[in-house]
């Protein structure tokens, strides 16, 4: 692990204002009537080893961002920087090397194994093409027995070797997921919602599994999730995305105790306790209203429409992510849990989207100010 | 005083398959009373929406088996014909199922297929219908409604349309409403004010209301009392506090140690269930949970009964052999209550690592 901000050594991975725009096509000759801002200007490193997790709503560019990390997709703008090597423009060919080095896991272990192969084919796929990149014999003994090893890595019975996806439960199935990014020795694995499909019981068990790899095999992960309460058990940093902009980003512990984004605030507290005492005693002001329209993002600090401390500045003017003293960083004009000496101290992230204002904020939230 | 209007006694739902029987819903007894939130929790497979669907007879079907007695009133739900089934749904029993999108007819104005339901049960004209239709959904909080009545489902949100399926429940006003994992589908801050809208309409026109949900979050949040199923049967049921403050069944334990918090420290690891639920195809004999609890002794091998093992209080039921003294000294783990790791699991596992490691010895 690293500093806050990840970058103390040469990052693993750099985000350099990433954008990624979809066209919106209409009528009958498809013309491009809009795009939608699925990722806007996305700045951030992960260090070696490193977690970071990646959390917003529905509809806010967590997948998408997953997505062009792994070059699923190809960003609209921006860099993408993997091991110092600038891998957002090459070729598929050129690519290859970088693939194995970058993998992926699936929020449903249902769609993403194919149901008429057995396991041993899905988990070995990876190997036999990276074998036969390599140049080196394919041999299927030997491609059994590393599938074997990885089955018993992520806690499968090795002699399921030949049993298919459906002969699975759910959380089983998504170990096989996990067994199929590490087949190749990837350095970063991107997890996307990778136990939102679980049960609690089954989830728990898979966060635990991915906690160990990364411990014994020296992985990075980024860890994309809809709520903040399993992330907070993986990530050594937390990024909170709201409508295609990152919001906020700050080392994961900080996050909780002193969230300075009124949304990151609100996501926090629309989390349900298992604690009925604790869940009577708060007094909860979850965001109201909904997500706007991303093809048509509101100006100037996106959430302004459902923000009880909007003023005038959050619909004209973006607000740049500003870094504070503890290594927090969050993009508002009016943040919370922020004395006046770290207000002081703050500075403009080099992660500011380039449409942000020059201006950092001066006072703190008004506590007092009332719902939109 | 609670007034039932609802009460299920040892229900059965058994389901021939090709693979033999399957023992969906095994003995789940309890009741609903009027204005009150009973929430019923499990993980998957537990029988949790078999049970709720059984209530509206929608598990009916040539290879569907039924036992015990769920009565409304004076009918009797299991033995009643389609016809009085029909005129129960939507009329006094309710339901809004997790997906809403696959909920409404996709081809149909929302506002039309409120009409539809309203005009099902009560004889009133298409014009008073929709106006009624209308004002559902303002007050269950869509804006600008008389425009909205007028959209399709799919320029909905999720959030929106799940408001729609609630509007379209309470249409006839119910006596209950089943909620089959209301908010599983949308995001936190969305599902916070679908459950406030809940609570509200609760409180307003005294409606009980049937909660399933494995998020116990949100039945801390919103639940009188609960019900804790776990492979097809009631494991545990109490009030609220009795749940979650003396929990007396080692599932719920676990599920009360497993569920990652926000509001206390982070542990190093997150507490976890060993094991996997049973196949309902070949449960295990005696207590459905034995295999994967740590507390399990001889007499396991029997299914205990669902009884209240505290006599101090009769409406906490729980199925498990241990006594109470045992029980309260054995939920809790390092302060907090949980399942332990399980000793004899972990010895086996250190087992074949070391047997592992010798078989890689040999291999390089």
Known sequence: ?372 | MREEILTVEHLQVGFRTEEGLVQAVDDVSFSLAKGELVGIVGESGSGKSVTAMTLMGLTRSPNASFAGRVRLGDLDLLSASDSELRRVRGKRVAMIFQDPMTALNPVHRVGEQIVEQIRAHESITKAAAWAWAVDLLRRVGIPRPEERARSYPHEFSGGMRQRVMIAMALSCSPEILIADEPTTALDVTIQAQILAEIEDLRKETGVGVLLITHDLGVIADVADRVVVMYAGRVVEQGSLDEIFYDPLHPYTWGLLGSVPRVDKDRPGRLPTIGGSPPSLLHPPAGCHFAPRCPWRFEACGEVPPLQPTDPGSRHHLDRCWLGLEDKRERRLVGGAIGLPARPAASAVAAAEAAAEAAAEGERS
């Not at chain 1, 030997?142 to 019975?157: F, M």
Request: aromatic share 4%; charged share 20%; glycine share 8%.
């Open chain 1, 1 to 372: 692990m690293t500093g806050p901000d990840g970058a103390a050594s040469a990052p693993l991975l750099r985000l350099d204002h990433l954008q990624m725009l979809f066209p919106v096509r209409a009528g009958s000759f498809g013309r491009t009537q809009g795009h939608v801002h699925a990722v806007d200007d996305v700045s951030f490193s992960l260090a070696d080893g490193e977690t970071l997790g990646l959390v917003g709503e529905s509809g806010c560019g967590k997948t998408t961002l997953a997505r062009c990390v792994v070059r699923l997709l190809e960003p609209t703008g921006g860099t993408v920087t993997f091991r110092g090597h600038d891998v957002t423009r090459l070729r598929p060919r050129a690519l290859r090397p970088y693939r194995a080095d970058m993998q992926i896991v699936f929020q449903d272990p249902q769609a993403s194994l194919n149901p008429r192969k057995r396991v041993g084919q899905i988990v070995g796929a990876g190997l036999r093409l990276r074998d036969a990149v390599a140049g080196a014999p394919a041999g299927a003994g030997r491609a059994d027995d590393r599938v074997r090893w990885l089955l018993r890595q992520v806690g499968l019975n090795p002699e399921h070797i030949n049993r298919f996806p459906h002969e699975f439960s759910g959380g089983q199935r998504q170990r096989v997921g996990v067994a199929r990014a590490l087949a190749v020795e990837p350095r970063l694995i991107v997890l996307d919602e990778p136990v939102s499909a679980l049960d609690v019981s089954i989830q728990a068990q898979v966060v635990n599994l991915l906690d160990d790899l990364q411990d014994d095999l020296h992985l990075s992960y980024i860890f994309v999730a809809h709520d903040l309460s399993v992330v907070r058990h993986v990530s050594d940093r937390i990024a909170v995305m709201y409508l295609g902009k990152v919001v906020e980003l700050s080392p994961a512990e900080e996050l909780y105790a002193k969230p300075i984004h009124p949304y990151t605030q609100g996501l926090l507290g629309a989390i349900p306790i298992p604690d009925p005492n604790l869940s009577r005693a708060r007094t909860r002001r979850p965001p109201t209203g909904e997500l706007p329209n991303p093809v048509d993002p509101p100006p100037g600090c996106r959430y302004n429409t459902r923000c009880q401390f909007a003023t005038e500045i959050c619909r004209t003017v973006e607000p740049p992510l500003t870094r504070y003293p503890s290594g927090h960083e969050a993009a508002c004009h009016h943040p919370l849990n922020v004395t006046l000496s770290e207000l002081a101290e703050a500075v403009r992230s080099p992660l500011s989207p380039l449409s942000a204002g020059p201006d950092l904020p001066t006072a703190p939230a008004d506590p007092a100010a009332t719902p939109a």
